[in-house]
């Protein structure tokens, strides 16, 4: 038994209404208790700000897709370069560093857990391997459907129970975690060279459409009994005028679980983008978050971009494609057979150029629009947007008009008339800031009731301590503070043990992965289905009994059993 | 100020020794104290060499280093270095003259890979030949050397000048591979032959006085011209990158 008492902790627990509270947090065995004996290890947090810690609801640090950003860049590894010391092993990279320099620097900023955006089923071992070496964040994986062609094909002869049924088969073959859409359609047609440009196109060969395939997976998701709803990456990502699809797809999605959303749409500032080429893009955030305030059954994530070198990755292949005709840098471009497909490339954000500043205000402005914070999660697509260690410089930003002010004034000249960020007056709170980066993820990825995101009685001891007292600190007026602070807290604490004190990571730690088990029964089972069997052996270039991940696989992990109604 | 190393003989000679401390600054600035590395293990400068200093230098350019022995292993000497004068008297090991910027080095042997990696000024003259990746850029950047001179006075390997994005190259002797690949800006010339040259070249000037193997078919052919007295074929290209580059070649032959 191992017992830890944090003292004075300036406590902000929104799930549990907490906010601003001085008091202590007994810790036995890992889990969060009423209180411990006095033999207890003592941490006094002295008025500093104590939060659980902080979840990411979407990123990509490991799987195949990932690792193949490392090593079309090679030039990313000379930055970020940190030499061994202590229990830390040396890293490198800025965008796409190793995974123990993603590890590390998450677990400074007090980030514990995190959602891997895109694991293609097919290629899941590479995430799991890399989930291993990820030591100090729990990982879960958003597996990719948005080609799959068994899936489709049931789309399209109108079986919803067969969709469900495949979709459950697949996340427990290969430990995933949610359903993933990327460009629903589209990347499947990227695969014979096409793309859908609107919600109402018909995939190729499959003759059903992108609408056909959210409104579908969104039924099944909800027939699986999944922890999280469907993750989607809208159709139409980064091209101007893209906010009527965007709009349009949200009008797709029925409220139907009163526990989280129906539906998670994420990177949402790539999707939000008015006028009809580059020449005239400008944004709209305002009805994207109009629409968001009026359907409490969609949470969002930012996708904020913020200024400098980045690599842009996603299984939007085509998507990838025109930005490489934009750029004409180096791209890469991958099919995984019958699933999905992805690209690379790298990009440089310049705040001269006016597309790139109004991207990194549209981001803003979603956050700042959106009424409810519990709808609108922080996230740069990492590292699609940003790296993640411009987190704290996006809290800031969102906390401090003048920073706001001061940053704008560096951006393209032309930006104010493309949007509406100068006008907005809102700085959001300690407590805003809370929700949106550990409580609302939490909330939207259902995994509260697995003790993340809060720190009630029985919750996982996961806990981040910033060198910041909210009592003494105007976040409006010190921005500075508050990029210091959240850069780096005094502790990170992960299953009760202090796993990163003041940026050195004290422990080799030993993560979670978490993943999904829907109870099927036989006789949907897709074990015993001959035709998908049949079609899975004749398509694949893999037999269908070498296809699910084997537990070795896994190291420590949880799976959480849902029972399907099917 | 005159420092003369002699790699002493070595029980196992093909270890590299990581020597990014012989330039010229190192010696102008403080003589004790130096080490190198082999593998992780720090040595002092004297385990691996007989260390001699005559006189005192009142710049950086009256630094002279000599290098004798077998230094065909000793990498990374010359790197960042800002001014003075290396001399090689044998072989010397990969990335020599790495991100030099000024003054000069001579090896009167061979060169390993890497010689003058993302060069920004300066003169290297190889009297032998040089490895791959002479007077190239670090994999992945798209600007290499920037500015300077290397001249090779044997053959080069393969990659020699890519991403060359300044300065000039001379290969007296022949090239490998895809020599100018990438290249960008500068000039590269080479007296002898070498293969699928200036793949993906997207600005500068390239000679070849030989022959170049399965040339590229995405250069346009504008036409004979004469540089210097001698009669070359100039290409524009390379148009599968929307290349401003221009190519000048003796004598070409496309992939059968
Ligand atoms: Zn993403």
Redesign the pocket.
């Given at each position: 038994m191992t017992e830890l008492l944090i003292r004075n902790a300036c406590v902000i627990d929104p799930i549990n209404d907490i906010c601003g509270e001085i008091m202590d947090i007994a810790v036995r065995d890992g889990k969060i208790v009423e209180s411990v004996g006095s033999g207890a290890e003592v941490i006094d947090a002295g008025g500093s700000l104590t939060m659980p810690g902080g979840i990411d609801a979407?990123t990509?640090v490991c799987g195949t897709k990932v690792n193949f950003g490392r090593y079309m860049s090679p030039e990313d590894m000379r930055a970020g370069r940190t030499a061994r010391r202590g229990h830390m092993h040396a890293t490198s990279g800025y965008s796409v560093p190793t995974t123990y320099g993603t590890s590390y620097r998450y677990s400074a900023m007090g980030y514990t857990t995190a959602l891997e955006?895109?694991m293609a089923p097919l290629e899941a071992r590479h995430t799991h391997e890399e989930f291993a070496y990820t030591p100090l964040q729990d990982m879960m994986a958003n597996t990719l459907f948005d080609g799959n062609w068994p899936v489709m094909q049931a789309i399209h002869d109108g079986d919803i129970k067969r969709v469900a049924a495949i979709v459950g088969w697949t996340l427990s073959a290969v430990k995933g975690f949610a359903i993933k859409l990327t460009n629903p359609g589209g990347t499947e047609a990227w695969g014979w060279g096409k793309d859908v440009s609107s919600i109402r196109d018909v995939v190729p060969h499959f003759e059903v459409t992108p609408a056909e395939i959210i409104r579908a997976m969104i039924e099944a998701n909800e027939m699986l009994n999944l922890p999280h709803s469907v993750h989607l990456?809208c159709n139409c990502l980064g091209k101007p005028g893209n906010y009527e699809t965007t709009l349009e797809t949200f009008d797709l999605v029925p409220n139907t679980n009163d526990k989280r959303q129906s539906l998670y749409a994420?990177?949402v500032q790539f999707h939000a983008y008015g006028g009809s080429s580059w020449r005239d893009i400008c944004s709209r955030s305002e009805e994207i978050c109009r629409a968001i305030n009026q359907k409490p059954q969609i949470v969002m994530d930012m996708g904020q971009v913020m200024f400098g070198k980045t690599t842009t990755m996603?299984a939007d292949g085509p998507m990838e494609f025109n930005l490489y005709r934009l750029y004409h840098n180096k791209w890469s471009n991958h099919d995984v057979e019958l699933e999905t497909g992805s690209g690379i490339i790298p990009v440089y954000y310049n705040r001269k150029n006016l597309v790139n500043s109004i991207m990194w205000a549209i981001g803003l402005e979603l956050a700042l629009l959106t009424d409810n914070p519990w709808q609108c999660i922080l996230a740069t697509?990492n590292p699609?947007g940003a790296p993640f260690v411009k987190y704290p410089e996006i809290i800031a930003l969102l906390m401090s008009k003048r920073y706001r002010n001061g940053v704008f004034q560096t951006v393209h000249p032309d930006t104010e008339h493309n949007v509406p960020l100068a006008a907005l007056d809102r700085e959001l709170t300690w407590k805003e800031i809370a929700i949106m980066t550990r409580a609302a993820p939490a909330k939207a990825l259902g995994i509260v009731d697995i003790g993340k995101g809060h720190l009630g009685e029985g919750a996982d001891a996961d806990i981040a301590i910033y060198p910041l007292n909210i009592n003494e600190i105007d976040p409006a007026k010190a921005p500075e503070e508050v990029i210091r602070a959240f850069g780096q807290t005094d502790y990170t604490i992960k299953r009760g043990r202090v796993v990163c004190c003041r940026g050195t990571c004290m422990v080799d730690g030993e993560n979670t992965t978490i993943w999904v088990n829907p109870r099927i029964s036989e006789n949907h089972s897709m074990d015993h289905d001959p035709e998908f069997a049949r079609n899975f052996d004749k398509n694949y270039t893999i037999r269908m009994r070498n296809y699910p991940v084997q537990e070795e696989y896994l190291q420590r992990n949880l799976c959480i059993e849902t029972e399907a109604r099917l | 100020m005159k420092v003369t190393l002699e790699v002493r003989p070595r029980r196992k000679p093909h270890l590299p020794i990581e020597a990014e401390k012989i330039v010229p600054r190192t010696f102008f600035e403080e003589t004790d104290g130096l080490s190198v590395f082999r593998g992780n293990k720090e040595l002092a400068l004297e385990e691996i060499f007989s260390v001699a200093i005559e006189g005192e230098a009142a710049s950086v350019d009256g630094v002279e280093i000599t290098i004798l022995g077998d230094s065909s292993r000793i990498k990374r000497v010359g790197e960042y270095m800002d001014g003075g004068r290396i001399h090689v008297m044998g072989d010397i090991g990969m990335h020599c003259g790495n991100f030099m910027s000024a003054g000069e080095i001579v090896i009167d042997g061979n060169a390993d890979a890497w010689l003058g990696r993302e060069m920004r000024g300066g003169t290297i003259r190889c009297h032998g030949s040089a490895g791959d990746f002479c007077a190239a850029g670090y994999r992945g950047e798209k600007r290499g050397m920037r500015g300077g001179t290397v001249e090779v006075f044997g053959d080069a390997g393969d990659f020699t000048a890519e991403t060359l994005a300044g300065g000039t190259v001379i290969v007296h002797g022949n090239a490998g591979d895809l020599a100018g690949v990438d290249m960008k800006d500068g000039v590269l010339t080479i007296m002898g032959d070498t293969s699928m040259a200036c793949a993906n070249m997207s600005g500068g000037r390239a000679y070849v006085h030989g022959t170049v193997y399965d040339m590229i078919p995405t250069f346009r052919n504008i036409g004979r011209e004469t540089v210097g007295g001698d009669v070359f074929t100039r290409f524009a290209g390379d148009i599968a990158n929307r290349g401003k580059g221009t190519l000048f070649i003796r004598n070409y032959k496309y992939m059968d």
């Open positions: 979407h990509h955006g895109a990456h994420t990177h996603t697509d699609n | -």
